[in-house]
């Protein structure tokens, strides 16, 4: 089995920081490309920065300048520092990752569990 499993949300406010961290555990092989998304009530989750295996990176428009995506390959873990927090940053953050477990033949997708981070004003 594989977990992913998010740390580091809660309240802060606006222009105000916070670090998240997502930790991949189990029988992982090897892991691809690592994402985190976003949700608000009602509205679809949404994709806000992603990592390739060999360091590339892509943002949203609204967190570019804002928020780094990074990870640490030796600990399967990604991290998102978010600068700047404005209160349309508040939601659900989820990390998700391709991950190839020794059982399997190919990547599979795993999502974490969320946590919530709201932003004041």
């Known amino acids: 089995q594989v977990q992913l499993v998010e740390s580091g949300g809660g309240l802060v406010q606006a222009g105000g920081s916070l670090r998240l961290s997502c930790a991949a555990s189990?029988?992982?092989?090897?892991?691809?490309?690592m994402r985190w998304y976003r949700q608000v009530p009602g509205k679809q989750r949404g994709m806000v920065a992603g990592?390739?295996?060999?360091?590339?990176?892509n943002y949203a428009d609204s967190v570019k300048g804002r928020f780094t995506i990074s990870r640490d390959n030796a600990k399967n873990t990604v991290y998102l520092q978010m600068n700047s927090l404005k209160p349309e940053d508040t939601a659900i953050y989820y990390c998700?990752?391709?991950?190839?477990?020794?059982?399997?033949?190919?990547?599979?997708?795993?999502w974490g569990q969320g946590t919530q981070v709201t932003v004041s004003s």
């Open positions: 998700n990752a391709d991950i190839l477990r020794a059982a399997d033949a190919s990547y599979s997708v795993h």
């Open positions: 189990g029988s992982i092989f090897s892991i691809n490309g």
């Open positions: 990592i390739s295996s060999g360091g590339s990176t």
